[in-house]
């Protein structure tokens, strides 16, 4: 089945330590984001991809950083410049990043905690 | 800042029509209106989006007004596992001057009832 994987589902982590969240599409889509949800929150965007090699800060891309090598592939790590990292984070892609007739599809998320 | 305002919760009786507004009052004419909903702790599914015409599909219709400032969603039999927050957001290409900062604001949580 196509599908956005993310993993792992539930991750722990020290205060100072860098952490980094995998995310995986077999939907052949071009763009790529990266979405973090707070309790009771809307989702707020955090970094997006349109294509390999290049990729955009969103709302509140300090503390964090991507890399976007292949098509399938969009880790996200949480830096410890991160000021308050726990959270839920949601991974989504979309044929198109640059036309609005794309549905963005999500996977099932990574809740972080950092103690 | 949200584009859209919907009510904070709704309930419904299970096997009824459920009906969730959406205000987009300033919508632009290349701005498309989706709607997602997620349950609790899991990412959020996309159901359905349109720009002018009414939509349909397995899940859901989409009925948007002529003047394109309100829309609502409709579940013609909701089911227990249709309670859920919903989320309506506009999107605009980004070709045509638009952004891709998805804005999701709060939803509505909706709860069908048995």
């Known amino acids: 089945d196509g599908g956005i994987t993310q993993s792992p589902k539930y991750l722990f982590r020290k205060e100072g330590q860098n952490v980094t969240l995998s995310c995986e599409q077999n939907?052949?889509?071009?763009?790529m984001y990266w979405y973090r949800q707070d309790p009771g929150q809307g989702l707020r965007l955090i970094y997006y991809?349109?294509?390999?090699?290049?990729?955009q800060k969103g709302d509140i891309a300090e503390g964090y950083s991507v890399s976007r090598e292949k098509k399938e592939s969009f880790p996200l790590t949480v830096t410890s410049a991160q000021k308050n990292p726990t959270a839920f984070y949601l991974c989504a892609s979309s044929f198109s990043g640059t036309v609005a007739d794309s549905p963005l599809h999500f996977g099932n998320g990574t809740r972080l905690t950092v103690t | 800042d949200a584009k859209t305002t919907q009510p904070p919760s709704m309930d419904c009786a299970e096997g009824r029509a459920a009906n969730l507004p959406c205000n987009h009052s300033t919508i632009s004419g290349n701005e498309y209106v989706y709607w997602y909903r997620q349950i609790h702790s899991q990412g959020p599914q996309y159901i359905i989006h349109?720009?002018?015409n009414n939509e349909t599909n397995e899940m859901a219709s989409l009925i948007i007004t002529e003047d394109r400032k309100s829309s609502t969603l409709i579940l013609p039999h909701a089911t227990l596992r249709d309670t859920a927050v919903y989320y309506c957001?506009?999107?605009?290409?980004?070709?045509?001057?638009?952004?891709?900062?998805?804005?999701f604001g709060k939803g509505t949580k909706l709860t069908v009832n048995p």
């Open positions: 957001i506009v999107r605009v290409s980004q070709t045509q001057g638009g952004s891709e900062k998805l804005v």
């Open positions: 349109g720009l002018k």
């Open positions: 991809s349109q294509i390999v090699n290049d990729f």
């Open positions: 939907l052949n889509h071009d763009a």
